[in-house]
């Protein structure tokens, strides 16, 4: 009660400080919030804040008493300017106040028609959280919705998320929301990234996702999410990365994925896809990242994989593979990775693999290869432990009288252990796509900044 009397005092000076700066000099060089909009935000951050004098402590957020996470433009639809709540986030970068352990989502967001960017990072730890189905109603502006980190944040993403029409960037990642992804979201013409990792969702994903026009990164990745992967996404015309790894997908890779011309990253690990794999796929000019282990594709590995010329990094790791390594894959200039491991390849291991100017690793261990490894010595040298062919048990070594035995890990170079190290704490590397640093009118710059980075850390792999 006497919090919502001091509200209302606070909204009054404003009101009056306002009216003297425009009275007082007749020109005006004070600018100030509607009243309900002020009013809006301090319940906003009363429930989600710890400090109860968060309002006390800043009756004028826009301008003279600011606080980091909260941003404000000029609106440009009066004559008198005034400032519109555009930006509210909370996450690490911004601990003081940290959020309360009742945090809350207040209904009062309806009040923040401006808001462009709602982020709240490891926010609702322990208060049970859900996303309300009228939360969404009139954010006519939201651009950037990122909860991310949440692990309180629980229940079904509501379907009026799809009232959101400007919505460019959903970031959900980290948190432990279920049910289905709603077949509404296919309304969000002008989304361009949607990452939903790392949440508990079922069902299978709408075919209506096809509907996402301006969609170029798409990551529902550890889910556990069944069905086929959708037909219609080979319509995204600008998609760059698609990860739908750690979920039970089943059925085929949809050949119409070919056509994604701008595609750079497909990871599809650990799902229960089965092959064969169309040769429509070749159609992917711009992939450099092919990750499709811990499926059973049970065919031969694809014929057509020495066309995706950009491929650096190719990974067929326990996919139930038969038949031979073909050699055309030696056409593959860029290939810094090669995980053909735990598989059922047989035949011999072409000599051309050797000449591979930028492998750095290949893992060619358990399974049925045979004959000799005729690799030049340098070759050896180069990928030292990263060279793994142990498990074959037909595989001879030229040129390495102490290694007579097959099944070895070659010895490396010093150099080449301590680089090692390094593989092994970036094996798991995970992309992040949402790290709290958006800013609302940069989000183009951002994903660039994103998939530069997560392609990097990729790199950094070999
Ligand atoms: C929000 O979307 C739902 C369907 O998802 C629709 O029925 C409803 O009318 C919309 N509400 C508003 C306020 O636009
Ligand atoms: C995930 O959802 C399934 C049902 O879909 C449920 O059985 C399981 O307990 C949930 N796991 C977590 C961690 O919430
Ligand atoms: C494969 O691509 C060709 C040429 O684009 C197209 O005509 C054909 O319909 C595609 N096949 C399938 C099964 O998608
Ligand atoms: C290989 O990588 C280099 C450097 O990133 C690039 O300039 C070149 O175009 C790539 N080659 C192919 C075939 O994509
Ligand atoms: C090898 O692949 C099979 C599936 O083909 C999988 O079940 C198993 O865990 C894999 N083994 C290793 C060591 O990755
Ligand atoms: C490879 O294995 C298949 C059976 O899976 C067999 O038909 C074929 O002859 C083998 N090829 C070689 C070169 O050993
Ligand atoms: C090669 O793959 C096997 C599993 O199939 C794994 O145990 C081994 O560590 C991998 N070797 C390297 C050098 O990564
Ligand atoms: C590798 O390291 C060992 C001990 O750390 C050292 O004795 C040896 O000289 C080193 N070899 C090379 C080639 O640097
Ligand atoms: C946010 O991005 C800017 C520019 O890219 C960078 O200087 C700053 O360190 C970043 N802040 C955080 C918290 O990542």
């Known amino acids: 009660m006497a919090s919502s009397v001091f509200l209302f005092l606070v909204g009054f000076l404003v009101f009056l400080v306002a ?119 009139s954010l006519s502006s939201l651009e950037n919705l990122v909860l991310e980190s949440n692990p309180s944040l629980s229940g079904q993403i509501p379907s009026t998320l799809s009232n959101i029409t400007s919505l460019k960037v959903l970031c959900l990642l980290q948190n432990s929301l279920n049910g289905e992804i709603p077949k509404e979201i296919g309304r969000l013409v002008n989304l361009q990234q949607i990452d939903i990792s790392y949440n508990n969702l079922s069902g299978s994903i709408p075919e209506e996702i096809g509907g996402l026009k301006s969609l170029s ?79 059973p594709i049970n065919t031969g590995i694809p014929s057509f994989i020495g066309e995706l010329m950009k491929l650096t990094v190719l990974s067929f790791s326990g996919c139930g593979l038969t038949g031979p390594i073909p050699s055309t894959i030696s056409n593959l200039q860029n290939l810094t990775a090669l995980s053909l491991d735990n598989n059922s390849l047989n035949g011999t291991v072409p000599k051309e693999l050797g000449t591979l100017p930028n492998i750095n690793t290949l893992n060619l261990s358990q399974n049925q290869l045979y004959g000799e490894l005729l690799f030049p010595e340098d070759f050896f040298i180069r990928l030292g432990q990263r060279l793994d062919t142990r498990g074959n048990k037909g595989l001879s070594i030229n040129q390495q009288p102490q290694n007579k035995k097959t099944s ?6 010093n150099k080449t252990l301590s680089e090692d190290h390094q593989d092994d704490d970036s094996q798991n590397m995970k992309p992040t796509l949402c790290n709290g640093n958006l800013s609302s009118n940069t989000h183009g710059l951002h994903q660039n900044f994103w998939l530069h980075s997560s392609l990097q850390a990729r790199d950094n792999l070999s």
């Not at 798409?218 to 996404?233: A, E, F, I, K, R």
């Not at 070895?408 to 170079?413: D, E, K, L, N, Q």
């Open 19 to 137: 009216a003297e700066g425009v009275g007082g000099g007749g020109r005006v060089d004070m600018s100030v919030m509607e009243q309900e909009e002020l009013f809006g935000l301090f319940e906003v951050m009363g429930s989600l804040l710890e400090d109860p004098n968060w309002a006390q402590m800043h009756p004028l957020p826009c301008t003279d008493t600011p606080w980091p996470g909260v941003e404000c433009e000029v609106g440009q639809e009066t004559e008198t300017p005034i400032f519109h709540v555009t930006k509210i986030h909370v996450g690490p970068d911004i601990l003081t106040p940290p959020c309360k352990s009742s945090a809350q989502i207040s209904p009062s967001l309806l009040k923040l028609p401006y808001l462009k960017t709602l982020s709240l990072i490891n926010c609702f730890t322990k208060s049970s959280v859900s996303l309300s189905k009228t939360l969404f109603g």
């Open 217 to 295: 990164i798409l990551d529902l990745s550890w889910n556990s999410l069944q069905g086929m992967v959708p037909y219609s996404m080979g319509n995204l015309q600008f998609l760059e990365k698609i990860d739908l790894s750690w979920n039970r997908l089943q059925g085929r890779i949809p050949s119409d994925l070919g056509k994604l011309k701008r595609l750079v990253l497909l990871d599809l690990s650990y799902n229960s896809l089965k092959g064969p794999i169309h040769e429509n796929l070749s159609g992917l000019q711009q992939l450099q990242y092919l990750i499709m282990e811990g499926n």
């Open 408 to 413: 070895t890990r070659f010895p490396a170079t």
